[in-house]
């Protein structure tokens, strides 16, 4: 679907969205408990498909408005199923080791671009517990069981990784231990694990780089509210970067949450500074590309991880700046937006199919205008990001129903 943008300045105050990094690991910790309620859920489609592939694995799931009521899933019972993880990477990467405890043949399917995104280190896994994966272009299918053990993973591949064991781990009858070879990126992301980890009772242990996990754990019931989402809320504090002004409530200050530095890096871009380093916090890149379009060339490092995401997000943020007007080289893994005078896009911007594509175009679209294609992509973290943006003041037209 298309929507187009005027030229408008955003003003007003909202709450942020709910966090999609910790909802998908409240849901999970509390359907591995005995029963917990999770607030302030927000519907996204990567939530929705956790939420199927949980109560596939035989979870009880209950949903009451923005609540959600979970528990009793014993994976190492689970019998022959099928989960749909949609396009969620975090689903997809997060269930696996869970599907590997109960010796069911379980099959885990989505898009064709989900599967195009890096499973190697699982299957390494997989080989070490003779247990089967066999992966095509929409599926993998695992079958055998899990044991406990000394456990090494890549750090920079995908924190989703290190994640998904840390769910299982605990569970197996003996302790283990998760070291994280070479360069360690996104951590912030493990760090939230380990927090709703022990938010359910799960203790891990860190040294250095490495993991202990006692065997045996329990996951303890727990009611809780999901916190604010500081990746989502960059977006809509990006618009006072280009004149509006906005106020964004409902954020931890002292949250875990990696992408909290687009406060900082915000503040420096405003006061000059053209160099960042992007390698903890990827999921912010399309936001800073765009904004840094208007401030002056700006360098970018650490972004080869880009490639993976729900779209080659360098390149396809290069195409869609080239629109604007706006020069933009993308290596390996640095990347240099040229600033410069911000054009009117003579023809549609496209969204890649990405959520963050297609909200960082419609940053610059409030500048100069524009009408973005495949806009209906914001649903995988922010259903009704339109809606906010049109209650700012900003005129759409076209907007999602």
Excluded: W
């Amino acid at each position: 679907m298309i929507v187009t943008i005027k030229k408008s300045k955003a003003k007003g105050k909202t709450a942020a969205p709910p966090s999609k990094s910790m909802a998908h690991r409240a849901l999970i910790c509390g359907a591995l408990s005995g029963g917990s309620k999770i607030d302030n859920i927000e519907y996204s489609n990567d939530i929705l498909a956790t939420l199927d592939c949980l109560k596939m694995l035989g979870a009880s799931v209950q949903k009451n408005g923005s609540v959600i009521n979970a528990g009793g899933l014993n994976p190492f019972v689970s019998g022959k199923a099928t989960l749909n993880c949609c396009e969620s990477g975090s689903t997809l990467r997060f269930m696996i080791p869970l599907c590997m405890l109960s010796n069911s043949k379980i099959l885990l399917t989505g898009s064709e671009r989900l599967f195009a995104r890096n499973l190697t280190i699982y299957e390494q896994i997989a080989k070490q517990n003779d247990i089967l994966f066999e992966t095509n272009d929409s599926g993998v299918t695992v079958c055998g069981k899990l044991k406990s053990g000394n456990y090494k993973i890549a750090g920079n591949i995908s924190s989703q990784f290190i994640s998904g064991m840390l769910f299982a781990l605990p569970l197996l009858d003996g302790d283990s231990t998760l070291e994280i070879v070479g360069e360690y990126e996104s951590e912030p992301y493990v760090d939230l694990t380990i927090k709703s980890l022990n938010d359910f009772g799960v203790t891990i242990k860190k040294c250095n780089r490495t993991y202990k996990i006692k065997g045996g754990q329990k996951y303890i019931a727990k009611d809780m509210t999901v916190e604010g989402d500081y990746s989502n809320a960059a977006f809509l504090d990006g618009f006072n970067l280009l004149g509006g002004d906005v106020t964004v409530t409902g954020l931890d200050p002292d949250s875990l949450q990696g992408d909290k530095i687009y406060k900082q890096m915000y503040a420096e871009l405003k006061e000059g500074k053209r160099q960042f380093d992007l390698s903890q916090c990827p999921d912010l890149a399309p936001v800073m590309f765009a904004l840094s379009a208007t401030f002056g060339t700006t360098h970018f490092t650490g972004t080869k991880r880009l490639k993976i995401k729900e779209s080659d997000r360098a390149t396809a943020m290069q195409q869609e700046l080239y629109k604007f007007g706006i020069k933009m080289d993308v290596n390996d893994n640095d990347v240099t937006v040229y600033g410069g005078e911000i054009k009117t896009p003579t023809e549609t911007l496209c969204g890649h199919n990405d959520h963050r594509i297609v909200m960082a175009l419609s940053l610059l679209c409030t500048l100069t205008g524009g009408s973005i294609s495949e806009a209906e992509s914001v649903a995988k973290s922010y259903p009704d990001y339109f809606e906010k943006v049109k209650s700012f003041g900003t005129v759409i037209e076209n907007e999602l129903k």
